[in-house]
């Protein structure tokens, strides 16, 4: 083979070299793709050679999983061996475990006629069960139509799965309309992204999202029949999931590069993708790095298309760069900065239909006397005062909760007897040992089966089994007291 050689390029902001993966994570990445076989194992060495096992993150493990099964003997030589094939059999058990786990859940959705498309690392498997081995995937990402994400959810809350972010069964359900995907738990190891699109709302497309789905080809999942998007749509996905995460993880690379060597791109489909997406930008710093830093064939039309332009020229492209860029190489400001692009991209899409959705209600909390109002419970009726009315009603409710000394966000439901009414969330930011109040304000709609109205405390994520301290004190559901409720009709 070849000797490939890196091109030398400026890594200077704004260049799009600036972007792409250096020092440790460039090295696994190399000896996980690299078509140079001597180049890659020399990647591994130096990376072992300068990293203690220990040390190595997450992240890392996954990468390492792909290059242990690419080298297997070659390693052997090397004294962290026997611990490579231990991490890699670690990952592998995990990731059957997450499978067995999910598999039911899959099965159900596939049973009840749902035409499910795998994305992302799943979509490996179900193309060559070897590739269990080398992509460690721990959840089980699914697509499906959106006209039956609701029977998909419906589905699964039957099933025993709980969301994520802690919402009740009511409170996600009055929801749906606005939500792109969930993520579901189920036990220790169950763990399904559940997507009413395939891409993060930016980058969706209402054309190109029907014909990835309509263009999903047949495949075989672990004995159930499924559905995989096109190679040009598993590359852009990858890119478009994998582009503003800076680097979590970095198995999207590893996909892309799986993809262009074992499989036919049309690159002309591939352009319209990713015009239509908005992915350009992204795809720009994704293939420049694997065709001029790692050596993969990538035409060369298809690199002048994309990557031909001037980052300064938009702020956008700014904001791509620095959600791209892998987060442990920035410095504190980078990182400052790439937070504000983050929390900006997060904040513009999301948020509730207001037309579909319940509303939800913020309040910050503030020091208060303990009240003689009762004991704190988890779930408590909200006194009417004999008002049983369907109607719009203005409403205002203050509640205690015991003394917080660790800033967080503290969530509750007010739901109907069959329904979500509304979602409160107290934004906790100051410590405190003694007790705490938050006060909520706004305007309801309730209906006459509603009644009677019950206020729930949430966790803010899922917890299984029993959560270690910590999530306790950060995620657990806290237990409150009413002090005081006023509901008025205004229709």
Not at 107 to 126: P, Q
Not at 205 to 232: K, T
Not at 344 to 360: C, L, N
Not at 370 to 384: C, E, L, R
Request: hydrophobic share 40%.
């Amino acid at each position: 083979m070849k000797r490939f050689e890196p091109k030398s390029v400026s890594r200077w902001f704004p260049r799009l070299a600036w972007a792409w993966p250096k020092g440790a994570r460039h090295q696994l990445i190399t000896a996980a793709i690299c078509p140079d076989e001597d180049r890659a194992f020399a990647a591994i060495q130096q990376w072992l050679h300068d990293t203690d096992l220990d040390d190595a993150t997450f992240a890392e493990h996954r990468l390492l999983a792909a290059i242990t099964t690419r080298f297997d003997q070659r390693l052997k030589p090397h004294a962290e061996y026997a611990r490579l094939c231990g991490l890699q059999r670690l990952n592998w058990t995990k990731s059957r475990m997450a499978v067995g786990a999910s598999k039911p859940a899959l099965e159900h959705l596939v049973n009840a006629g749902l035409r499910v498309v795998l994305l992302k690392g799943a979509c490996r498997v179900a193309l060559d069960l070897a590739e269990q081995k080398s992509r460690t995937s721990y959840d089980l990402d699914l697509l499906v139509n959106p006209n039956d994400f609701s029977q998909g959810f419906e589905i699964l809350a039957k099933d025993g799965w709980n969301s994520a972010r802690g919402e009740s069964v009511l409170g996600l359900r009055a929801r749906l309309s606005s939500i792109r995907a969930r993520n579901f738990k189920k036990g220790r190891f169950g763990d399904i992204d559940l997507h009413k699109t395939a891409y993060h709302t930016a980058n969706s497309h209402a054309a190109l999202d029907d014909a990835l789905f309509q263009e999903a080809q047949p495949a075989e999942f672990y004995g159930l029949n499924v559905f995989i998007p096109s190679p040009e749509e598993r590359i852009a996905m990858a890119i478009g999931h994998g582009g503003w995460d800076g680097h979590s993880h970095s198995d999207w690379l590893v996909d892309v590069a799986g993809i262009l060597e074992k499989e036919s791109i049309d690159w002309d489909k591939f352009t319209i993708i990713i015009n239509g997406r908005n992915l350009k930008h992204q795809t720009a710093i994704a293939l420049s790095y694997l065709a001029n830093d790692i050596g993969l064939d990538i035409p060369t039309p298809m690199l002048d298309a994309v990557c031909r332009w001037r980052v300064a020229s938009a702020p956008s492209r700014v904001a791509v760069m620095f959600l791209a860029k892998e987060h442990s190489s920035m410095t504190l400001a980078q990182k400052a900065v790439r937070s504000v692009f983050h929390t900006f991209h997060r904040a513009r899409y999301s948020g509730r239909d207001k037309d579909k959705d319940t509303s939800a209600f913020r309040a910050f909390t503030k020091r208060a006397n303990a009240s003689d109002k009762g004991a704190y419970v988890f779930k408590q009726t909200v006194p009417a005062k004999d008002t049983t009315q369907a109607g719009i009603y203005a409403f205002k409710i203050s509640i205690e909760i015991p003394a917080q000394k660790r800033r967080r966000r503290i969530e509750f439901e007010l739901n109907g007897a069959q329904r979500n009414i509304c979602h409160l969330q107290a934004l906790h930011l100051r410590k405190s040992d003694v007790p705490i109040s938050a006060r909520f304000h706004g305007k309801i709609q309730i209906n006459p089966n509603d009644w009677p109205l019950s206020l729930e405390a949430l966790p803010g994520k899922f917890m299984f089994d029993e959560p270690t301290p910590a999530d306790r004190e950060k995620y657990g559901e806290l237990p409150f007291k009413i002090n005081s409720v006023i509901l008025r009709r205004e229709d």
